[in-house]
């Protein structure tokens, strides 16, 4: 019996992604959603900007009206969720039996399932970001207060409100692997991506610090999503931010090859 290429791999994880209703809620409705937010936001900054203090203008950061804390919770929430419920899923109904039975090398089944995953969320990602940006901005600018692309470190800002989306998508598959149980896994990847982080401050104990600039949401919000980032020892540095962001994905891929290849199904 032949091998099935990768290729066809991929084409069957896609199927199974979108074949899932939970896949169109939480993209379709997600992307709507912080997109609104953004609009909302800007609009009432349009609206009150008359009536804003001088010290309240020279603290304005308009790319907070484009991805707001909140709007990066929901984001992390929904594609950790994502990332979880293609692994979850396919276990609660069986699936899974029949999927390493075509293919016994779980190897590429899991790295079929990564790289869509990754590619999903990686464009949902960058739509949001784009989206959002591009919205607030627009209404910003009628007051004259709007930031363009080649603006210091918005570049930079936009690229990490993309990856929220992957990197939480690939830490959920970890955590789906890991738990199988589709209310516990979006609670674990609830607490573990956004719960904890949202009680994170900086410390007087450095290892405190270094601790907290492990976690994804935490350095993007002192860190990656600031276009100005602050000189403080106690926050997480540019570079140490973007390796946070490149090491829970992987750790994460690692651990759901590790769990799928020595679990029973």
């Not at 910003?140 to 930031?147: P, T, W």
């Not at 990197?167 to 609670?187: E, Q």
């Not at 104990?205 to 403080?232: E, K």
Request: proline content about 5%; aromatic content about 8%; some cysteine.
């Amino acid at each position: 019996m032949t091998a099935p290429r990768f290729r066809d791999l991929l084409a069957a994880e896609w199927i199974k992604l979108f074949s899932l209703r939970s896949t169109f809620w939480l993209i379709g409705l997600g992307t709507l959603a912080i997109v609104g937010f953004a609009a909302q936001s800007s609009l009432d900054t349009y609206r009150g900007w008359p009536d804003f203090t001088a010290m309240e203008r020279a603290r304005f950061n308009p790319l907070d009206e484009t991805f707001s804390g909140l709007s990066a919770s929901l984001l992390v929430i929904g594609a950790g969720s994502l990332g979880a419920l293609t692994i979850v899923g396919e276990y609660a109904t069986g699936l899974i039996r029949t999927t390493l039975t075509a293919v016994p090398a779980r190897h590429r089944v899991v790295a079929a399932k990564l790289s869509v995953v990754a590619a999903v969320t990686l464009v949902t990602g960058a739509l949001i970001s784009a989206g959002t940006f591009g919205v607030s901005q627009a209404i910003l600018s009628g007051r004259g207060v709007a930031v363009s692309l080649g603006d210091p470190g918005v570049l930079r800002v936009l690229a990490a409100n993309a990856l929220l989306a992957p990197v939480s998508a690939l830490v959920g598959m970890g955590i789906g692997a890991l738990v199988r149980h589709t209310a516990a896994a979006v609670v674990t990847v609830c607490a573990v991506l956004v719960i904890v982080p949202t009680f994170l401050r900086p410390t007087v104990h450095q290892w405190a610090n270094d601790l907290y600039a492990l976690v994804p949401l935490y350095v993007w919000r002192t860190c990656l999503g600031l276009p100005q980032v602050r000189d403080d020892p106690a926050l997480p540095t540019v570079a140490g931010s973007w390796a946070t962001f490149t090491l829970w994905p992987l750790a994460a891929a690692l651990l759901t090859l590790i769990v799928i290849r020595r679990r029973d199904v």
